[in-house]
């Protein structure tokens, strides 16, 4: 590694070294420092300067404006993206205005901001016009591809926002944000200088690069342009390491809270008046479903507390579709979901996994817990221990799968509904996983549908539902 290291950073020296020769050459055969100021003329430029006063003091000026320039441009193209993609209709309203902004060219700005506002404040309205047409509409694409299957898995799991965020929004966006932040970066300066040019603000890099121009001094327009170039750099190196740090922190994960509305209701659920049962449980009454084929009609189920019940349908019968409308998030045709109170807890273990691929295994269970301890004693009979902390994508399908289920057993609730637990599982780790799924089912009602029954046994006390036509 170290030795890699080493050869990249001899081949950019050598590069950087040719540049400089070819520099050092043409001023040679040029011959007047009007024109071409050699490299060696343009360092002692440089250095004079850094003596001087002023010379800080317009590094920091510069610095100053078109940083915040470039924040509030990133700051304000973030919230906007994310007000416009809560309310649509705000977005067809914005977008046309930010996107005249992205295409009028910056000299019609700058004119018409020495016009309104004078010089001061010109090259940090000009940095923000610059970034924040790109940051909104690529923060606003990166929302728009947020998985809504991991949005439904965080409902079900009545995750936090915070966790909704930083475990689902976040990895969204990343490809997004970094893509307009590189392009918009080098960009700022770019045209933050060139507004200081114009507007000739006291103490900026723009006013220094007019002066010299005036004097002809060549040299002192390339030391300052030198200045520009290193502060563009180091600043986006600074910008981008902090981004980095930003999209590889963990945040802490606090334990679901209680909703003040069944996260999971749906138009199809309401509290049953009848609560004459002991325990919580689910009843659906004369469903209906039709989608490319009618899947079930007429069909009911009743799933009390400490019940398990199977649905073992070919594939393709709707087993899936059920379990949906029994959690609420998906309506039939016709036909009702009744629950025995109104803010039943619900845990679900999809047909998907529908993990956070960049979380750990056991970050991704201790998501819907809020305690480590519980989420790595379930983990440990379904994974090895050398797996916990690897992130989700690195895994296998069977080892995602195991992952998924020890998340809906781990999760606190009162019903508990499994999809195809067995999937892409040997036998050996079926088994493992059904024994898993007894110890921890509780006194929870528990509906799972699998056409693959566990292996090498019925289960005691299986009662299967019969689909109906």
Same mark, same amino acid.
């Given at each position: 590694m170290?030795?890699?290291?080493t050869?990249?950073?001899l081949?950019k020296?050598?590069?950087i070294?040719?540049?400089?020769?070819?520099w050092?050459?043409f001023?040679?055969?040029?011959r007047?420092?009007f024109?071409a100021?050699?490299?060696?003329?343009?360092?002692?430029?440089? @250095?004079?300067? +850094?003596?001087?006063s002023f010379?800080?003091?317009?590094?920091l000026a510069s610095?100053?404006r078109i940083?915040?320039?470039f924040?509030l441009?990133?700051?304000?193209?973030?919230?906007a993206?994310a007000v416009?993609?809560r309310?649509?209709v705000?977005?067809?309203i914005?977008?046309p #205005?930010?996107?005249?902004v992205k295409?009028?060219p910056? #000299?019609?700005?700058v004119?018409?901001?020495?016009?309104w506002?004078?010089p001061?404040?010109?090259s940090?309205a000009?940095?923000?016009?610059? !970034?924040?047409p790109?940051? &909104?509409?690529s923060?606003?694409?990166?929302?728009?591809?947020v998985?809504?299957?991991?949005?439904?898995?965080a409902?079900?799991?009545?995750?936090?926002?915070?966790t909704?965020?930083f &475990?689902?929004y976040r990895?969204?966006?990343?490809p997004f944000l970094l893509g307009?932040?590189k392009?918009s970066?080098? +960009?700022a300066?770019?045209s933050? @200088?060139a507004?200081? !040019?114009?507007? $000739?603000?006291?103490y900026?890099?723009?006013?220094r690069i007019?002066?010299?121009?005036?004097? *002809?001094?060549?040299a002192?327009i390339?030391a300052?342009?030198?200045?520009?170039v290193?502060?563009?750099l180091?600043?986006e190196?600074a910008? $981008?390491?902090? #981004?980095?740090?930003?999209?590889?922190?963990n945040?802490?994960?606090?334990?679901?809270?209680?909703?003040?509305e069944?996260a999971?209701?749906?138009a199809?659920?309401?509290?049953d008046?009848d609560k004459?049962?002991?325990g919580?449980?689910?009843?659906?009454?004369?469903?209906e479903?039709?989608t490319?084929?009618?899947l079930?009609?007429?069909?009911?189920?009743?799933?009390s507390?400490?019940?398990t019940r199977?649905?073992?349908?070919p594939?393709g019968?709707?087993?899936?579709?059920?379990?949906r409308?029994l959690?609420?998030v998906?309506?039939?045709?016709?036909?009702? #979901?009744?629950?025995d109170?109104?803010?039943l807890?619900l845990? +679900?273990?999809?047909?998907e996994?529908?993990?956070?691929?960049d979380?750990s295994?056991r970050?991704?269970?201790?998501?819907v817990?809020?305690?480590?301890?519980?989420?790595?004693?379930?983990?440990?009979e379904? *994974?090895?221990?050398?797996?916990?902390e690897?992130p989700?994508?690195? $895994?296998?399908?069977?080892?995602k799968r195991r992952?998924?289920?020890?998340?809906? *057993?781990?999760?606190?609730?009162?019903?508990?509904f499994l999809?195809?637990?067995f999937a892409?599982l040997?036998?050996?780790?079926a088994q493992?996983?059904?024994r898993a799924?007894?110890?921890w089912?509780?006194s929870r009602?528990l *509906?799972?549908a699998?056409?693959?029954l566990?292996p090498g046994q019925?289960?005691?006390?299986m009662q299967? @539902?019969?689909?109906?036509?």
């Amino acid at each position: 590694m170290n030795g890699d290291k080493t050869k990249r950073f001899l081949k950019k020296a050598a590069v950087i070294l040719f540049w400089l020769a070819a520099w050092q050459v043409f001023a040679m055969a040029v011959r007047n420092p009007f024109l071409a100021a050699s490299p060696v003329e343009t360092f002692q430029a440089l @250095v004079s300067d +850094m003596g001087k006063s002023f010379f800080w003091r317009t590094v920091l000026a510069s610095l100053a404006r078109i940083s915040i320039g470039f924040f509030l441009g990133l700051i304000l193209g973030i919230l906007a993206a994310a007000v416009n993609h809560r309310f649509p209709v705000l977005e067809e309203i914005v977008s046309p #205005v930010i996107s005249l902004v992205k295409t009028v060219p910056v #000299v019609c700005f700058v004119v018409l901001l020495l016009i309104w506002q004078g010089p001061s404040f010109l090259s940090v309205a000009v940095s923000f016009l610059i !970034v924040f047409p790109g940051v &909104y509409f690529s923060v606003l694409e990166g929302l728009k591809a947020v998985d809504p299957k991991m949005l439904e898995m965080a409902k079900i799991f009545r995750l936090p926002g915070k966790t909704v965020f930083f &475990y689902i929004y976040r990895p969204a966006l990343k490809p997004f944000l970094l893509g307009s932040m590189k392009s918009s970066l080098g +960009m700022a300066w770019k045209s933050g @200088v060139a507004a200081e !040019v114009i507007g $000739l603000p006291d103490y900026s890099i723009g006013e220094r690069i007019y002066l010299s121009k005036i004097y *002809l001094d060549t040299a002192g327009i390339l030391a300052w342009t030198a200045v520009t170039v290193c502060l563009s750099l180091l600043f986006e190196k600074a910008v $981008l390491k902090l #981004v980095e740090i930003f999209f590889e922190w963990n945040a802490e994960c606090r334990a679901p809270a209680g909703p003040n509305e069944p996260a999971w209701g749906g138009a199809a659920a309401r509290a049953d008046s009848d609560k004459g049962g002991s325990g919580y449980g689910v009843a659906a009454v004369d469903l209906e479903k039709t989608t490319d084929k009618m899947l079930f009609s007429g069909l009911s189920i009743k799933l009390s507390a400490g019940e398990t019940r199977w649905l073992t349908w070919p594939s393709g019968e709707g087993k899936t579709t059920l379990l949906r409308i029994l959690a609420g998030v998906e309506r039939p045709d016709r036909g009702d #979901v009744r629950y025995d109170r109104e803010r039943l807890f619900l845990s +679900m273990l999809f047909q998907e996994d529908r993990l956070c691929e960049d979380a750990s295994a056991r970050r991704n269970v201790r998501m819907v817990t809020g305690d480590w301890e519980r989420a790595e004693e379930i983990l440990k009979e379904l *994974l090895d221990e050398s797996l916990l902390e690897k992130p989700c994508r690195l $895994l296998s399908g069977g080892e995602k799968r195991r992952t998924a289920l020890a998340r809906a *057993l781990a999760a606190e609730s009162d019903l508990l509904f499994l999809d195809e637990p067995f999937a892409g599982l040997d036998e050996e780790t079926a088994q493992k996983a059904w024994r898993a799924i007894q110890k921890w089912q509780g006194s929870r009602a528990l *509906l799972i549908a699998s056409h693959i029954l566990p292996p090498g046994q019925e289960p005691s006390g299986m009662q299967k @539902v019969r689909l109906v036509r």
